[in-house]
């Protein structure tokens, strides 16, 4: 079965150092999402993006934060000067379509420790 | 976006049946209800969706009643490795690009 891959499983950064966090959707899907989740808390939406342009974004995705499509199979997630509040698991997503029906793949994740 | 509630855990042993409830007063016509399930340092991976009756695949069934103001996830002889959080989430085909709002999930504990 098609997976959603992420890498690195684990990041390790130094306090405002920039992170790109990596990730390659599942092949004929056009939608795509980073959602994050700190320890112990909810899984939280950051930002969904088709057709090269971000669709939608939440209030935690302030101007620290980018997304870029680079190549036709990679998605990634950019932090410009993490802080430590940024320590959290990264989720990518990808689904054949943008609508709330249609079930959302996500990767394992991607681990961010600011030290 | 509906609004859902669901217990904050439930326990069970292996080989019981678990039904999860999840409540959403507040479903609109063209929402359509979706579980996920999630072990821990693992993303989110969907197990079942429906609209109205009842679905069922290899994993679960999902039981929804005529006025579809709740909604029942049953996992048929729960193992050990069904240990997770289960999330219920409603939206439809008009959400806003398909985010996702997850809340706070039914933590499944299964033991011997």
């Known amino acids: 079965e098609p997976e959603v891959t992420q890498t690195p499983s684990h990041q390790v950064t130094q306090m405002g150092q920039e992170v790109i966090l990596r990730c390659v959707p599942i092949s004929n899907h056009l939608y795509f999402y980073w959602y994050r989740q700190i320890l112990g808390q909810k899984v939280e939406f950051l930002v969904s993006f088709y057709n090269n342009e971000i669709s939608e974004k939440s209030e935690i995705f302030d101007d620290q934060f980018s997304v870029e499509r680079p190549d036709g199979s990679n998605f990634t997630l950019k932090i410009r000067s993490t802080k430590l509040e940024d320590s959290a698991m990264y989720f990518c997503a990808s689904s054949g379509q943008g609508r709330g029906n249609q079930p959302q793949h996500f990767g394992d994740g991607t681990r961010l420790s600011i030290l | 976006l509906a609004k859902t509630t669901q217990p904050i855990s439930m326990d069970s042993y292996e080989g019981q049946e678990v039904n999860i409830t999840c409540s959403h007063n507040?479903?609109?016509?063209?929402?359509?209800i979706t579980w996920y399930q999630q072990f821990p340092s693992q993303g989110p991976r969907f197990i079942i969706q429906g609209y109205k009756t009842k679905v069922t695949n290899e994993v679960a069934s999902l039981f929804i009643p005529a006025d579809r103001k709740s909604s029942t996830l049953s996992l048929p002889r729960v193992s050990l490795s069904d240990t997770a959080v289960y999330y219920c989430?409603?939206?439809?085909?008009?959400?806003?690009?398909?985010?996702?709002?997850f809340g706070a999930g039914t933590q499944v504990v299964v033991t011997p």
């Open positions: 989430l409603v939206g439809g085909t008009t959400d806003s690009w398909g985010k996702l709002q």
């Open positions: 507040n479903i609109a016509t063209n929402d359509y």
